[in-house]
């Protein structure tokens, strides 16, 4: 049992446990679920829709078994978290940004929204069996008989994470046509695509080393959505987190599986793919705007990571 704690760090002595189940989290997120007692989709999938007061002080969030994911459905905020005891990591969330938390650890978190935009998010937790399941069919896992975890992400953008949860969230918000198995085809999906990009062994993490600890991740996670239209630094990455170059790469790989240079790169490419949808910004722009030297040198990179030009996907 752990001790809920007010803004002023005072232990309040309301008793949290260290470890809730999905649909005991009601109890301790201090907002409004939309989805009320129907948050329950079926065979372990469950999901809640959260509408956000403005601000909040900061509250204990118990830790859950299965992997969860928190996806911005509207509006923005600056969103604090920390491991008890710990500094407090910032992370400025929008529209479409997500979390995914798979730690048996409880953490404390607070935010502001940014304006008067309703802050409205979405949960959804990961079936454990069908997490395991896909795990053992992906070729990098494949074959191990260990357990598998996600690694952590704060406030990031991913746009394949994002299509499959935009789907869900009109699938279970359509109380009229909403599919189970609809629901659970896009949940497997979703899963695959998790598993492929943030996925690890047990046995991988114990026979690699320790990992990138999460408020270390976080913080280099912040400074690069900050720092997109510059170049990538190594120095100024392992600093941020407290590490020499050498260390902080070798980390920041082994905890979420690319380096840190080709993560800084897919950042950037995220934020293009938004800038192109959202916006009437030319190409060249768009390129400047990312640090990039030229839209040729732009195009060239976009290319090599989604298989399109940027003209073809903005056509699309």
Not at 194 to 221: E, F, I, M, T, W
Not at 282 to 309: P, W
């Amino acid at each position: 049992m752990t001790s809920q704690t007010n803004p002023t760090g005072t232990d309040t002595h309301i008793p949290t446990p260290s470890l809730t189940s999905p649909l005991g989290m009601d109890n301790f997120v201090p907002s409004r679920n939309l989805l009320g007692t129907k948050g329950a989709a079926g065979n372990d999938i469950y999901i809640q829709i959260y509408s956000h007061q403005a601000k909040t002080a900061a509250f204990l969030v118990p830790a859950v078994a299965e992997p969860m994911l928190v996806w911005v459905v509207r509006g923005s905020a600056s969103v604090e978290e920390r491991e008890i005891g710990g500094d407090w990591q910032t992370s400025h969330v929008k529209s479409h940004d997500f979390f995914l938390t798979h730690s048996h650890n409880p953490y404390e978190i607070r935010w502001q929204a940014n304006d008067d935009t309703p802050f409205e998010v979405m949960h959804l937790y990961l079936p454990i069996p069908m997490l395991e399941t896909v795990a053992r069919k992906i070729p990098k896992l494949a074959g191990q008989s260990h357990s598998y975890f996600l690694s952590e992400v704060s406030g990031i953008r991913d746009e394949t994470v994002s299509t499959f949860l935009e789907l869900l969230y009109n699938e279970i918000t359509d109380t009229q046509s909403a599919s189970l198995t609809y629901i659970e085809g896009i949940v497997q999906s979703l899963t695959v695509h998790l598993v492929r990009q943030y996925g690890q062994s047990d046995k991988d993490a114990k026979n690699s080393g320790s990992r990138l600890p999460a408020h270390r991740l976080h913080r280099v996670q912040s400074y690069f959505r900050d720092h997109l239209d510059e170049k990538f630094d190594l120095d100024i990455c392992a600093k941020e987190a407290g590490l020499s170059p050498y260390h902080f790469s070798r980390l920041f790989k082994k905890t979420t599986g690319t380096t840190p240079s080709h993560y800084f790169i897919a950042q950037k490419i995220a934020k293009s793919q938004q800038l192109m949808r959202e916006t009437d910004l030319s190409i060249l722009e768009i390129s400047l705007m990312l640090g990039y030297e030229s839209s040729s040198h732009f195009a060239k990179i976009f290319k090599r990571e989604t298989g399109v030009t940027p003209r073809q996907y903005r056509q699309k």
